[in-house]
């Protein structure tokens, strides 16, 4: 949910700064999102804001939303599959008989995506950089299934970035 209303204050930002502050006609070489395809209200267009957008611009902020949702499911996937998830967390068993386990977390409230148009390739349209912290927690225990019952703490974070690229119609 929290990745939603990102996307959509993300849009809006970018829209706000697409519109003139007194814009009520459309502009000559601007194109308006009634003429084209409803794809435009999906993403969050209305009639003020097209009219001031070129095609490229909303092909951009489509594509924004796009790889929103896109960084969204891979970041629960991430989650998921992480080799020292929370369900296949470290527990280290320590000398005096205590145990201290670990487990890695996405945090999706440090999500920031980035996208532009590639300069580089015309296979290649779009690029997109995928930022984010993850989390270590750790707590101290008795025994491993005190640990797994435990609260945990934040012992470290760690950023992480990633590229994408958009090709033959799809984010990878």
């Given at each position: ?10 849009l809006?930002?970018?829209l ?6 007194v ?16 794809a435009?209200?999906?993403a ?29 499911a ?7 599959n992480?080799i020292?998830?929370r369900?296949r967390m ?12 670990f487990?890695?977390?996405i945090?999706?409230t440090?999500?920031?995506c980035?996208?532009s ?11 997109a ?6 989390q270590?927690?750790?707590a101290?225990?008795?025994?491993p299934d005190?640990?797994r019952?435990?609260?945990?703490q ?5 950023p992480?970035?990633h ?7 799809s984010?990878q």
């Open positions: 949910m929290k990745i939603m209303i990102r996307i959509v204050l993300t809006g930002a970018l706000m700064l697409a519109a003139p502050a814009a009520d006609e459309t502009l000559p070489g601007k194109i308006s999102v009634s003429k084209l395809d409803t435009g209200a999906a969050g267009f209305n009639d003020r804001t097209a009219a001031v957008l070129t095609e490229e611009d909303r092909q951009l902020a489509i594509q924004k939303a796009n790889f929103m949702k896109f960084a969204a891979k970041i629960r996937e991430m989650n998921r992480h020292l998830s369900e470290q527990i280290k068993k320590s000398p005096d008989g205590s145990c201290r386990a487990f890695h977390e945090d999706d440090s999500l920031d980035e996208v148009r590639s300069k580089s390739s015309s296979s290649v349209p779009y690029v950089v995928l930022s984010y912290k993850e270590v927690y750790a101290s225990c008795a025994t005190a640990c019952q435990s609260q945990f934040p012992v470290e974070e760690i992480n970035r590229i994408f690229v958009y090709n033959n119609g984010w």
